[in-house]
């Protein structure tokens, strides 16, 4: 089986869950990771799931105005033009093989408060044509992080538990809820 891995990061600690989301994966499935301005769109090669994440801004997924907001705030990783939303604007449109999953990362702040990229983008994907296979949040000390500890550790676990889910969806075996 084979996963696509997309993320868009600004200050570095969603490219860090990205890739231990894919390492997590890579124990039964091949992987592919992409930064979101280097990622295909829309998805041409064969992949059984597309594992998509991005950084909470304002409650949802990040728009232009505010990935330079972050810029300006110090953020070296990111690209002002494209995000998460404008490369799920360009998938197709359709019912679709693979399924997805979204994760986002975001600040311990706002843990419980409304609103995440990770959510928005399963939306936006679901309407897209996709099944979903999970959504997660991970979670920053303040904007620019750092990543809370065992953030990483959760994001190998989760990971490892879609990697799982798949293989049982594979074999025909309900999938844990």
């Known amino acids: 089986m084979r996963a696509l891995v997309v993320y868009e990061s600004m200050f570095g600690n969603t490219e860090e869950v990205a890739h231990a989301i894919a390492d997590g994966l890579a124990q039964s499935m091949q992987v592919e990771i992409r930064r979101v301005s280097e990622a295909p769109s829309p998805v ?7 594992v998509v994440g991005g950084p909470t ?15 300006e705030k110090g953020a070296t990783r990111g690209d002002r ?49 996709y099944a979903p296979a999970g959504v997660e949040s991970f979670y920053v000390s303040d904007t620019a992080g750092p990543l809370l500890p065992g953030e990483l550790d959760r994001a190998l676990a989760w990971g490892r538990r879609l990697s799982d889910d798949m293989d049982l969806r594979a074999h025909g075996r309900p999938v844990r809820a």
């Open 44 to 50: 041409t090669t064969f992949v059984d799931l597309i």
């Open 57 to 71: 801004h304002a409650f949802s997924m990040s728009r232009p105005a505010s990935r330079a907001e972050a810029i």
């Open 81 to 129: 033009d494209i995000g998460l939303r404008e490369w799920i604007d360009n998938v197709k449109k359709g019912p679709h093989s693979e399924l997805v999953a979204a994760f986002d990362t975001r600040s311990d702040r706002v843990r419980h408060l409304p609103g995440s990229a990770a959510r928005k983008a399963m939306k936006l994907l679901r309407h897209d044509g």
